[in-house]
């Protein structure tokens, strides 16, 4: 078996706003298990920045321990990255966009590195609505490990082994509603359809945006009495389906009236929302909650944009930072003196 992908691509191949083909947002081949929702969840990735005409070197994908974590390194194979310890991601994003707010970060991790060693910096993370896109690749178990159950597998999933779950699973969308994200969506691994605008409408959003991806794990979670699995989670979702159309592009639907919600991001973009029911309100988050709540409680999963604040104050704004990348800065820029450093001084007392 050859790892090495090869270098030849159709000349014909369509290219995006910057003149960027797909192939210039691609990475390593994959090593992870044949049929893993993590590889689809990647491709819906690239093809995200290819179709938002995002250039290569000017993201930066971020992530943690474990399958997750192992997913930047199958695609933007051009962009930045860096692959931290268990559950420390969010620190390292949280320094990075302090450098350099000019990046597009993606941060991808797993129910784990969240859920579990992750809890306390997501939350943190959150509360700073730091500028980025964090995609989490839920399994509901431990794949790296042989199969133990996660802190997101559901009350009563049954394991690999046979043993049932006897504990309440984390609900990471809720507990993102509940502390204050400004965006919130969940999708599955095998809807490309939606999975992919939601991706881009989190990459627009101005502050934190969350994404829950249901992504079976094939090895150790896709068997019967598993609540992750493939036939489970596909018999069970509660589809919100949506589009996502940069202002850039000429704006149409077709939709019938009532139908659709469109929801103007900080950059002018539009992202149109089918509605699950007509007096659904992206705005509401306690709507938002008591939806995802419904939802869980009739056995259900419910996926699209679930959440979305339009004023949302990401870091940089609070803490009125320089726009100016660090590493653009000169020695007068990093280093004014002692003058400022006494007037700050004098500014604390």
Not at 94 to 118: H, Q
Not at 158 to 179: C, E, H, R, W
């Amino acid at each position: 078996m050859s790892y090495i992908k090869p270098k030849f691509r159709h000349p014909n191949l369509p290219t995006n706003a910057l003149g960027f083909t797909v192939a210039d947002y691609d990475g390593a081949i994959s090593t992870l298990c044949a049929g893993c929702g993590h590889d689809s969840i990647s491709a819906a990735i690239q093809n995200a920045c290819f179709l938002s005409a995002i250039p290569p070197h000017r993201i930066a994908k971020l992530s943690g321990i474990g399958c997750s974590s192992k997913m930047p390194t199958y695609f933007l194979g051009k962009s930045h990255g860096f692959n931290s310890v268990h559950g420390r991601m969010p620190s390292v994003a949280t320094g990075a966009s302090l450098a350099n707010r000019e990046l597009t970060y993606i941060g991808v991790s797993g129910d784990g590195d969240t859920a579990s060693i992750g809890m306390g910096q997501f939350v943190h993370l959150i509360r700073r609505n730091v500028n980025m896109a964090y995609i989490v690749a839920n399994n509901g178990c431990y794949g790296l490990t042989k199969g133990q159950d996660s802190a997101t597998a559901d009350l009563g999933s049954v394991s690999k082994y046979g043993s049932t779950n006897p504990f309440d699973g984390i609900d990471l969308a809720s507990l993102a509603l509940l502390q204050g994200a400004g965006f919130v969506g969940r999708s599955f691994s095998g809807d490309k359809e939606q999975l992919e605008p939601l991706i881009r409408a989190a990459m627009a959003h101005k502050g934190f945006a969350f994404i829950d991806v249901v992504s079976p794990c094939v090895t150790f979670n896709n068997h019967l009495g598993s609540t992750k699995s493939y036939t489970e989670t596909r018999e069970h979702l509660d589809s919100m389906p949506l589009d996502f159309v940069p202002m850039r592009e000429e704006i149409s639907t077709h939709y019938d009236a009532g139908t659709t919600q469109g929801v103007t991001l900080h950059d002018g973009s539009v992202i149109h929302l089918h509605k699950a029911s007509s007096d659904y309100q992206t705005d509401d988050r306690n709507a938002a909650m008591i939806s995802v709540q419904n939802a869980k409680d009739e056995g259900r999963i419910l996926t699209g944009l679930l959440y979305l604040d339009p004023n949302s104050q990401n870091l940089d704004q609070n803490l009125k930072l320089a726009t100016k990348p660090l590493n653009e800065m000169g020695k007068d820029e990093l280093c004014p003196g002692s003058r400022v450093l006494n007037s700050i001084n004098e500014g604390l007392r």
